[in-house]
């Protein structure tokens, strides 16, 4: 375990050292790198899971470095997380995904899954951010969704209620990313009004392995179905995985199966996206 930590730290610290320290300033940094938009969107398409059609994206963030090329989040999101840099960032993929996206004509209830951390929960301006992501598509022509992670922890209480409540007024859903994973799975649900659970890929992983993870899967599966929640599974690379979460009600699928995050300007071009058949 030790070394395993030990590990860890290295990678990470290597990884921060290499692009952030070697500035000097790692907050500076992050501050000149929103300035300059080299934190872009990535789209991964959301699939339905009974016709397998492209229905929706999920944004994730990728730093287009001057330097260091494509950087993937998990280098620089933990900092720029616990800096608050998180929000400047995230509102200005929010800006860049609307302005190219915004002028589309996309399938109807299209969704857009944004990735939120507890900082810009924290902040207060999300609501009208997401008004005016909003205001950039034809009215009513989306669904909005903010992935809140179960691995930070949101305060639960009057003020979050309210800012849910102003989000779900605004027609904003709310998902919980990695669901099962964090220590407050269920009472989160209890205390949140939620909308859709992400199922982690972890338990789609273990699907036809593991029957541990199996077990918890058909368990989160079964208390969505009971509580009307929108289900979304993540990491869905093999087609018995496919199989097993279209058979166990799952609504939307994720994964490498369907496409790889990809930048926009690809994702405009694929066939997938225009070639529905008519219900
Ligand atoms: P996440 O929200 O759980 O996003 C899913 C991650 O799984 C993405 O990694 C995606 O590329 C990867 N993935 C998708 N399908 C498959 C698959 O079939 N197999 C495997 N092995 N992986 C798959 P990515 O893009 O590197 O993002 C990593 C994490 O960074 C995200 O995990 C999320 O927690 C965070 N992140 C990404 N963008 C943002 C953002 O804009 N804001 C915040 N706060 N966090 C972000
Ligand atoms: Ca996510
Ligand atoms: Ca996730
Ligand atoms: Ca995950």
Redo the contacts with the bound molecule.
């Keep these: 375990q030790l070394i395993l930590l030990l590990l860890f730290s290295a990678t990470f610290s290597w990884g921060f050292h290499r692009l952030l320290l070697r500035s000097g300033a790692p907050s500076r940094e992050l501050q000149r790198a929103v300035r300059q938009q080299e934190f872009i969107p ?1 789209l ?1 398409p959301l699939v339905d899971s009974h016709q397998l059609q492209w229905c929706g994206v ?4 990728r730093w287009q470095h001057p330097v260091d090329g494509m950087v ?3 280098l620089f ?1 933990p900092f720029a ?1 616990s800096t608050g840099h ?1 929000v400047a ?2 509102r200005s ?1 929010m800006q860049q995904t609307a302005a190219q996206l915004g002028t589309l004509s996309l399938p109807a209830g299209f969704q857009i899954s ?4 507890a900082a810009y929960v924290a902040d207060g301006s999300l609501p009208a951010d997401c008004a005016a992501f909003l205001a950039a598509f034809p009215p009513d022509s989306i669904r909005l969704t903010l ?1 809140l ?1 179960e691995r930070e922890l949101i305060a639960t209480g009057p003020q979050t209620d309210a800012l849910l409540g102003q989000l779900h007024d605004l027609g904003v859903r709310i998902a919980i ?2 669901f099962g994973t964090g220590h407050s799975s269920l009472s989160y649900l209890q205390k949140m009004d939620v909308d859709e659970l ?1 199922i ?2 972890s338990f789609v992983a273990g699907i036809g392995s593991d029957s541990l993870s199996a077990d918890i899967l058909d368990s989160i599966l079964q208390l969505a179905a009971k509580l009307g929640l929108t289900v979304v599974a ?4 093999f087609v018995q995985q496919e199989d097993y979460l279209r058979q166990h009600g799952a609504h939307l699928l ?4 369907y496409a ?2 990809m930048p926009i300007g690809e994702f405009i071009l694929r066939p997938e996206w225009h070639n529905r058949s008519s219900e």
Excluded at 58 to 61: D, F, K, Q, S, T
Excluded at 114 to 117: A, K, L, R, T
Excluded at 234 to 237: A, D, P, S, T, W
Excluded at 254 to 257: E, F, K, L, P
């Design positions: 990535y991964q999920e944004v994730l963030m993937l989040p998990d999101i997380e998180i960032m995230t993929l944004i990735n939120v951390s992935e992670t990313d990695d992400k982690d890929r993540e990491g869905v690379e994720q994964g490498y199966r790889r995050p």
